[in-house]
C-alpha cells in the first residue's frame, strides 16, 4: 500500500469508461473509489452497506423512490443500505464512491453493467 499522497484530479484524468470503478486507496473494511458518470444507471439496492457519493465535478442525479437527490461539485449523500436507488447524469461526473470492500457496483440486481473492481494504475 502506497504511504504517497493521492490526487483525485489527477486519477480521474487516468479514467476513460464510463460507470467503470476504480479503487485509489482503502481504509478499514472501506474502498474509496473514483468513476466517471454518464448517462442513467440501473436501479439497485446494496443491502450489507451504506454508499457515499462526493460529486467532483459535474452534476448528478440520485433517483430514489421518493424524490431525486441532486448533487454538485463538493457536495456528498449517503445512500444508506438496503434502499433502491439509480444514478443519472446527463453530462458527464467525476465522483468518488466510498462503500464496503467487495461491494458490486450493481448490487443486488447484476446484469451488463455490472464491472470488476479495478485498481488505479
Excluded at 441532486?70 to 467525476?94: D, T, Y
Aim: negative net charge; hydrophobic residues 40%.
Amino acid at each position: 500500500m502506497s504511504t504517497a499522497a493521492s490526487s483525485l484530479i489527477t486519477a480521474l484524468a487516468t479514467v476513460t469508461e464510463h460507470w467503470q470503478p476504480h479503487r485509489v486507496a482503502s481504509v478499514n473494511d472501506h474502498d474509496v473509489k473514483i468513476v466517471k458518470l454518464q448517462g442513467e444507471f440501473v436501479w439497485h439496492s446494496h443491502t450489507e452497506t451504506d454508499e457515499l457519493f462526493l460529486v467532483v465535478e459535474g452534476e448528478l442525479t440520485i433517483q430514489l423512490r421518493d424524490r431525486d437527490i441532486v448533487l454538485g461539485p463538493n457536495e456528498l449523500f449517503v445512500i444508506p443500505k438496503g434502499v433502491e436507488h439509480c444514478p443519472k447524469a446527463e453530462h458527464q461526473v467525476s465522483a468518488v464512491i466510498i462503500e464496503l470492500g467487495g461491494t458490486i457496483n450493481t448490487g443486488d440486481v447484476g446484469g451488463d453493467r455490472t464491472s470488476p473492481l479495478r485498481e488505479l494504475g
